[in-house]
């Protein structure tokens, strides 16, 4: 049982449905969960009325230098940390100037993208459970460190028992997921090949489902997920549908992502993306459809009459050459049309913008497009990395907002510096000169996880050193990078952070 918290004195946004701001509010939560919101005075009354014996155990926190903020909810993650090194670039040269565009850009290489996403179950499948476990560890702890209190994973390059376990053992919330493909397209060819057997990738994911309902934590549950179109039979699109049907879950895909996807689809599969996902039972209210930006006006039609949840990352689009948000205006038309959008950072190997540079690029991308400074204020770009994302998974009864009755899930950032000196509105400051580096406290259910930036519960270097040695062993068996490789990386990131230590 978690004891009594106070978090007194805050500039507090409660992302709540009113959208509050209290300049001078507190919090107070028992047993985990959020009893008092509201002014100082307010929920000191309600600390006075707890019984003795509560009140003797309560913890406060004095945030009267604080920006206090719901937990960020990163409703599409990919845990991709195992691929670090031959995919993120750690071996590449310093400079730029040679790069290429990768398969996402110029609308997008779908044979490329349909072969790497099949590829990545032989990367999972080549991973040990311990590897798996200490990579899941310290990936989760980058989000959890950001302010990210609730992950949805969409399919990682992971074992999803190491996902729930790591998850378990850091004390933030994921809804798991598996890595579900069954075909590829390729090249030369007018229809899909199969590549692994349907039952068996539906088995997977109806045991996980099954397994994480029974998890008494509260910190876990299961999203069938499709990681693209590009992948899935359509036996395997039906029998998903009947899962999410029978075990009353939601869903996700990513789903028009790509300026070619809409052709390159039909060709293999005999339909568009979105007019395929309807006919196989998935087009509805259950659905998290992502980084869908390519639709016809046809399936614009459908996805605001099948009432889907769309999910963007706009501060990760330029640097993977997409254009899901800016080529077509789709995602920002639906959001006016009023479908919910939500923001998610997506997942990469590289280092990648965090919840609070996702909520800054929705902010100032959607009303660039529009030159209307209203269309996002930054209160809506909080609710669609809190509140609205966590109806995505289908958790808004518990998560996404400060409200009485709402788990404690929050995230502190100290308004201390010069950035912030007589700024009006902390979180619109926040957004325009802060990011994931400031924040200081997270935390989960009442449990306090990150304090002045470090975590609580462990010794960050061990998870490191874990985090490190899965990534060498793996990587030089599974993927044939060079030992000696291995060994530049971490000497060179060893010496940087010695030079981090060495300037404290």
């Known amino acids: 049982m978690t004891g009594p918290l106070l978090v007194r004195g805050a500039h507090l946004c409660t992302a709540d449905d009113e959208e509050r701001i209290l300049p001078e509010g507190s919090l107070l939560a028992v047993d985990g969960r959020i009893t008092a919101v509201g002014t100082v005075a307010e929920v000191d009354a309600a600390v006075a009325a707890l019984p003795p014996e509560r009140r003797a155990a309560l913890r406060t926190l004095d945030a009267r ?31 730029d100037r040679g790069d290429q565009a990768g398969f996402l850009g110029n609308g997008g290489d779908m044979h490329r993208i349909s072969a790497v996403f099949d590829s990545f179950h032989d990367l999972i499948a080549g991973l040990t459970p311990d590897e798996g476990e200490a990579i ?43 890595w579900a493909t069954d075909s590829v397209c390729r090249p030369g060819e007018d229809r899909f090949t199969r590549t692994r057997d349907t039952d068996a990738v539906l088995s997977e994911i109806e045991a996980l489902v099954k397994t994480c309902a029974d998890d008494d934590t509260g910190l876990l549950r299961a999203r069938p997920t499709a990681v693209y179109g590009t992948n899935m039979t359509d036996e395997l699109g039906r029998g998903l549908a009947g899962i999410v049907q029978r075990h009353d879950t939601g869903f996700a895909s990513h789903i028009g992502a790509q300026r070619h996807e809409g052709d390159f689809v039909r060709s293999y599969y005999g339909a568009t993306p979105v007019r395929r996902f309807a006919e196989l039972g998935l087009l509805d209210e259950r659905l998290m459809s992502v980084h869908t930006g390519f639709a016809d006006d046809a399936e614009r039609r459908m996805l605001l009459e099948a009432g889907v949840h769309l999910s963007h990352s706009p501060a990760k689009y330029g640097s993977a050459g997409e254009s899901a948000m800016t080529e077509t205006r789709l995602i920002p038309e639906l959001r006016r049309a009023g479908l919910d959008v939500s923001l998610s950072t997506d997942g990469q190997p590289l280092v990648f913008p965090g919840m609070p540079e996702q909520m800054r690029a929705a902010w100032q991308t959607h009303n660039e497009m529009y030159a209307d400074p209203l269309l996002v204020r930054p209160t809506d770009a909080l609710a669609m990395g809190t509140r609205i994302a966590a109806r995505g998974l289908r958790w808004d009864e518990e998560i996404g907002s400060l409200a009485v009755g709402r788990q404690a899930d929050l995230v502190m950032v100290p308004l201390d510096d010069w950035r912030f000196v ?28 990150v304090e002045a930036g470090r975590a609580t519960g462990f010794d960050e270097a061990g998870l490191l050193a874990d985090y490190e040695a899965a990534l060498r062993s793996y990587s030089q068996r599974c993927l044939k990078v060079p030992a000696e490789s291995v060994d530049e990386v971490f000497a060179r990131t060893a010496r940087r952070r010695a030079g981090e230590e060495a300037s404290r």
Do not use: I, K
């Open 136 to 178: 899941a560890r310290y990936s989760m702890w980058t989000q959890l460190r950001a302010g990210v209190t609730t992950l949805g994973d969409v399919g990682s390059v992971n074992r999803p028992e190491a996902l729930a376990a790591a998850a378990v053992w850091l004390g933030m919330r994921c809804s798991v997921s598996t």
């Open 422 to 449: 007589h700024t009006p509105r902390p979180l619109e400051a926040f957004l325009a000169v802060g990011g994931s580096r400031d924040v200081d406290t997270v935390v989960v259910g009442g449990r306090v996880l």
């Open 65 to 95: 230098r604080m920006l206090v903020l719901p937990g960020f909810v990163n409703a599409h993650w990919h845990e991709l940390f195992a691929t670090r090194l031959p995919f993120n670039g750690a071996l590449r040269p310093a400079s």
